[in-house]
């Protein structure tokens, strides 16, 4: 949908991109990050062996609508410690 969406839009100079967020530590996952057994058995799997900040999201979105990322669309950005690499 987002490179669809980035064709379609892209001639208006309208840049279309979605963020796609592994573990950040929300009040929604709290419980989870405040586990110690959880934490042992999924910090592994994460390359940078550790869970996201909702800062780590807001400064994608950040970029994202700044100028340094003027010539970036149809993309999804991977925001996940590199879990899924």
């Given at each position: 949908?987002?490179?669809?969406?980035?064709?379609?839009?892209?001639?208006?100079?309208?840049?279309?991109n979605s963020i796609l967020p592994g573990?950040?530590?929300?009040?929604?996952?709290?419980?989870?990050?405040?586990?110690?057994?959880?934490?042992?058995?999924?910090?592994?799997?994460?390359?940078?062996?550790?869970?996201?900040?909702?800062?780590?999201?807001?400064?994608?979105?950040?970029?994202?609508?700044?100028?340094?990322?003027?010539?970036?669309?149809?993309?999804?950005?991977?925001?996940?410690?590199?879990?899924?690499?």
């Amino acid at each position: 949908m987002v490179k669809t969406l980035a064709r379609m839009i892209g001639p208006q100079k309208v840049r279309i991109n979605s963020i796609l967020p592994g573990m950040v530590e929300t009040e929604m996952t709290q419980d989870y990050v405040k586990d110690p057994a959880f934490l042992e058995q999924f910090i592994p799997t994460i390359a940078l062996r550790d869970s996201g900040k909702v800062e780590d999201i807001g400064n994608t979105v950040l970029f994202l609508v700044s100028d340094a990322s003027r010539y970036i669309t149809g993309q999804d950005i991977v925001v996940d410690g590199g879990m899924t690499c």
